[in-house]
């Protein structure tokens, strides 16, 4: 496994500066926690990398270790240097149980594409374990909508009759794929986009290494999430928006020599990040156009800009089912850009 990968997949759990941007959130558990009355199973929804499994770790270690909580702070905040938050955070302690997509049998490089139902089942043994360390067990489904229909079914019983001081928090980046039932048994905690601020704030944390204009852009690209600006700051991401905005500022007139040189970048198994990421600037940019024009007086000239939306995501879509060419796919995407800013 890369050593990103096992970066991404554990920096939730390794995380010690205080969270940014879910207050009310972490207000509403730490008042459950603090009246006694906590729901056993907490479901955190929201985009994909704006902090959920940071939260969700965060509640596990202030239910699990009482003692480390730290005054003055948030009250989910928690001493990083106790021994009991030491434990969680390597992953070592007893009373605390991570349920996520397991290795494919056929590689152990690999994940498999949902969450199985035998996960499933021997977190439901764990909880009516005696607890080893704390006064309750604690299990986190991360991410919950990746269960499959068998695995949901398995979770729903565990929810139906929960063993006393349980604590289940379920991350789902599209609650809607969760079973209604499932969805009922949990006090829903929706989460939202953070704060420009925010995200630059998570990024100076990164040590990355941009500009506070930079920082700016980049966060605005991330609809607030930290985790999305994280990847673009990764991937050259910057780059690529000059690059598109220098693609964009002359239509309906597309510069095509300009066009090749920048879809020629992708070429390769060496650009299949830029790719992607260009894409996912691409379509940020046209879903912006498109809101602008939701408010504006000129409604009427929005169909065009919709039918690209539309051709563009297709392509897109179609470019992974039959692997077509990425330059292609880049300088089809940039055609219709071009023709909806004519029509």
């Known amino acids: 496994m890369s050593e990103e990968l096992i970066e991404r997949i554990e920096a939730p759990r390794h995380e010690t500066a205080p969270v940014l941007g879910h207050d009310r959130a972490a207000a509403d558990f730490a008042s459950a926690l603090a009246s006694g009355r906590m729901a056993h199973a907490w479901l955190l929804s929201g985009p994909a990398g704006i902090g959920k499994a940071t939260l969700a770790w965060r509640f596990a270690r202030r239910v699990l270790a009482p003692a480390a909580a730290e005054s003055g702070l948030s009250g989910i905040e928690t001493d990083a240097d106790h021994s009991d938050i030491r434990r969680l955070m390597a992953g070592g302690h007893p009373d605390c149980r991570l349920v996520r997509r397991s290795n494919a ?90 704060a420009s601020a925010d995200v630059a704030a998570v990024l100076a944390r990164k040590d990355v290494a941009l500009s506070a204009d930079e920082l700016d852009v980049i966060s605005e690209i991330s609809d607030g999430s930290p985790g999305r600006a994280l990847d673009l700051a990764r991937a050259d991401g910057l780059d690529l928006y000059r690059e598109l905005l220098a693609l964009v500022e002359p239509l309906p007139n597309l510069d095509s020599e300009r066009a090749h040189a920048v879809s020629d970048r992708f070429a390769g198994a060496s650009g299949e990040a830029g790719y992607r990421t260009f894409l996912e600037i691409l379509k940020w940019w046209l879903l912006r156009r498109i809101r602008e024009g939701a408010t504006s007086q000129a409604r009427a000239g929005l169909e065009p800009w919709l039918q690209a939306w539309e051709k563009i995501d297709e392509l897109a879509n179609r470019a992974d089912s039959v692997n077509l060419d990425r330059k292609q796919v880049v300088l089809n995407s940039l055609f219709e850009l071009s023709a909806a800013a004519r029509a």
């Open 105 to 194: 049998k056929t590689s152990p490089y690999r994940f498999r594409t949902e969450i199985s139902v035998e996960d499933v089942r021997d977190a439901g043994t764990f909880l009516h374990h005696t607890a080893a360390l704390s006064e309750w067990r604690c299990l986190i489904v991360d991410a919950a909508d990746e269960m499959n229909i068998n695995a949901q079914n398995a979770l729903l019983k565990v929810l139906e009759e929960p063993p006393p001081r349980t604590l289940i928090l379920l991350v789902a980046h599209a609650p809607s794929r969760l079973l209604p039932t499932i969805r009922s048994r949990c006090r829903d905690l929706p989460l939202r986009p953070l």
